[in-house]
């Protein structure tokens, strides 16, 4: 299926991308050019969590504040889902059912490697409590910018003038928060899909382009069946 053909599929049926990864490994960078990218072509939408909406912006100013750093692990996953429960309700679903596409920097995968391998929350928790807040949606598309931690370490402390919360983490927490999401593509190889996020701007985004044809070109295969 050529680029075009695609192009002219992208107001019949939703497709649910989002960006995953460590601080600092690119994905707001990303996000960023395939918006640039398809700017024209379709219908769709960029958003992002936990501040996709004004109350999930409420909830990421607490989060984010360095004030908080004595923040309990499971205070921090409840905020989130909170924040996610409204970004469904009130983003998601909405731009699903009208068929848009959606872009979207941070989504459930995070938690999982945030809250239940980094801060050590049971996953089951994790689990159950991320299906109420996500109704079940799944992103069809998950791309995770990974770079080693010292890459993402560096690049926000030249970048920010004043840390936020998260970004204050020891090596050791950002070191679990990177096997966690690497557990993710071993788990779901078809859907989670790695991309060496220390690569030139440019071509990663050329990968992640890439990856999303033939994500679309493998679904065109399968209808013919």
Not at 59 to 66: H, T, V
Not at 114 to 125: F, K, L, P, S, T
Not at 189 to 196: C, H
Request: one cysteine or more; aromatic letters at 8%.
């Amino acid at each position: 299926m050529s680029r075009e053909i695609i192009y002219k599929q992208m107001n019949s049926k939703s497709l649910f991308i989002t960006f995953e990864g460590i601080e600092g490994c690119g994905k707001s960078t990303q996000l960023q050019l395939l918006k640039e990218f398809f700017r024209g072509k379709g219908e769709f939408i960029t958003t992002r969590e936990p501040a996709g909406t004004l109350i999930g912006m409420q909830i990421r100013n607490i989060l984010a504040n360095s004030k908080n750093k004595g923040m309990d692990g499971l205070t921090e996953f409840l905020l989130l889902s909170a924040a996610r429960k409204q970004h469904v309700e009130e983003v998601l679903k909405p731009a699903i059912q009208s068929g848009k596409w959606i872009f979207c920097d941070r989504f459930a995968d995070s938690s999982f490697a945030y809250q239940c391998r980094g801060r050590g929350v049971d996953e089951e928790i994790i689990n159950q409590i991320t299906l109420i807040a996500t109704g079940g949606i799944k992103p069809d598309i998950t791309f995770l910018l990974d770079v080693p931690v010292e890459v993402g370490i560096s690049r926000i402390k030249n970048r920010a003038m004043k840390l936020e919360r998260i970004e204050l983490e020891t090596f050791d927490f950002f070191e679990r928060v990177r096997s966690g999401y690497l557990e993710l593509v071993r788990r779901e190889p078809d859907r989670v899909k790695l991309v060496n996020g220390t690569m030139d701007i440019k071509e990663v985004h050329e990968q992640i382009l890439d990856k999303i044809f033939k994500y679309l070109n493998e679904l065109e295969r399968n209808s013919r069946t």
